[in-house]
């Protein structure tokens, strides 16, 4: 995985860059349009209430840094032991199908992204994201394997969300697992209409009928005999 | 029911390092290092964590976040979503760290164990951040689909919002 991020880095970079300037933008109106009507409402409620939500943020990463803690330390019991190949082995076959490739390395990486993703533990599963979604651009049928993998990783079925069902224990809610059984449909509700909708829209092999597919064709075959 | 699920998370410890121990793993050495990388990671949320956080009490403080929850409330009610849960919807595909400061807000506000709250835990798991994984992920990949899979996406997460808040419902 550091293969991928280093060779690819200043493309990352630069995207980052362009995600974060538009995030900048939403931030710096936003803040600014609630500071000004607090001017005019209350100007005294301003310093509280950026103290209390600095607090409130440490008070949360602090819990957040629990949980990660627990099933990070899970995880790579898991890398040592095997356990994660096993899993990754075991979607092979269903992933293969999915994104149509028989690439071994850009399967393997996929399949590691999304057993990740399965526990909810979002962040730890951009290395592999970054590194399958390179790969998946160089298969012969690249331009539908992408964006399945993309509708994938946006609707990532929960097994068992992690991170929220520590964060209710830590907050002491009386039922904390009750939540699973609603992710696990929801996410599976969503993550099927996502591939629908993909396999609709976004055919696997390309239309014939459309001359501008013709090139396209020509260059899958090419790739594949390579 | 519940105790089924009470039972999942000591089974899959127990089953984990039961299994690790038999394959020879040292247990104890393998779950620290992994709890070493931990800590970076949360310090590098944090910083967004903090800024987001701050910016949604002087949402609250000014009155503009109710203010903007009553322009959109026709909307969301039409869809069947609470408009508690507004401010969630609407920064959960664009920031990870954002959301999860919006959803601790949300529990606190209401109380862990209300309807709203479990709504906002199961809208907050229904997916990942759509524009952050399009950005990083796909970095220098042109492909002609992609705006088409960014569509489809965002479908499907307001599609999983409106049956999250159904299923939180009747479940």
Not at chain 1, 8 to 22: D, M
Request: with cysteine; net charge positive.
């Amino acid at each position: 995985m550091f293969y991928a991020l280093s060779s690819a880095k200043p493309v990352i970079f630069r995207a980052l860059t362009a995600y974060i300037i538009r995030m900048n933008i939403l931030f710096t109106a936003v803040f600014l349009i609630c500071t000004a009507l607090l001017l005019f409402n209350a100007p005294e409620a301003f310093l509280p209430a950026l103290i209390d939500g600095a607090g409130k943020s440490a008070t949360l990463c602090l819990s957040l840094l629990a949980t990660y803690a627990l099933w990070m330390g899970l995880m790579r019991v898991w890398e040592d032991s095997g356990v994660a190949r096993g899993i990754s082995r075991l979607l092979k076959p269903v992933a293969r199908k999915l994104f149509r490739t028989d690439d071994d390395e850009a399967l393997g990486a996929v399949c590691m992204n999304l057993s990740v993703n399965l526990l909810g533990i979002s962040g730890a599963t951009t290395p592999y994201g970054v590194k399958a979604a390179k790969l998946l651009d160089k298969t012969p049928e690249a331009e539908y394997a992408s964006a399945m993998f993309f509708v994938l990783n946006a609707t990532s079925l929960q097994l068992f969300p992690a991170s929220i069902v520590a964060m209710l224990t830590s907050m002491h809610s009386a039922n904390p697992t009750s939540i699973i059984l609603p992710t696990l449909f929801t996410t599976l509700f969503s993550t099927l209409l996502g591939c629908t909708l993909t396999f609709l829209f976004i055919r696997p092999k390309s239309k014939s009928k459309q001359p501008v597919s013709a090139p396209k064709i020509l260059k899958t075959k090419g790739v594949s005999m390579r | 029911m519940t105790h089924f699920f009470a039972l999942i998370v000591p089974l899959i410890f127990l089953l984990s390092f039961s299994f690790a121990h038999f394959r020879k793993v040292r247990v104890y050495d393998s779950y620290a290092a992994g709890i070493k990388s931990a800590p970076p990671l949360i310090l590098s949320l944090f910083p967004y964590i903090a800024a987001v956080t701050m910016l949604s009490m002087l949402l609250t403080v000014s009155g503009l976040g109710a203010k903007l929850a009553e322009w959109l409330s026709p909307i969301f009610s039409f869809l069947g979503i609470p408009q508690e849960i507004a401010p969630l919807v609407l920064i959960k595909p664009l920031s990870g760290s954002g959301s999860i400061a919006v959803l601790s807000d949300i529990l606190e506000r209401y109380g862990v164990d209300s309807y709203i709250s479990r709504c906002a835990c199961v809208v907050y798991g229904s997916s990942e951040t759509v524009f952050y994984i399009g950005a990083v992920y796909f970095a220098g990949i042109k492909r002609k689909k992609f705006n088409a899979a960014l569509v489809i996406s965002l479908v499907s997460f307001l599609a999983s919002v409106i049956f999250a808040c159904f299923l939180c419902r009747i479940m």
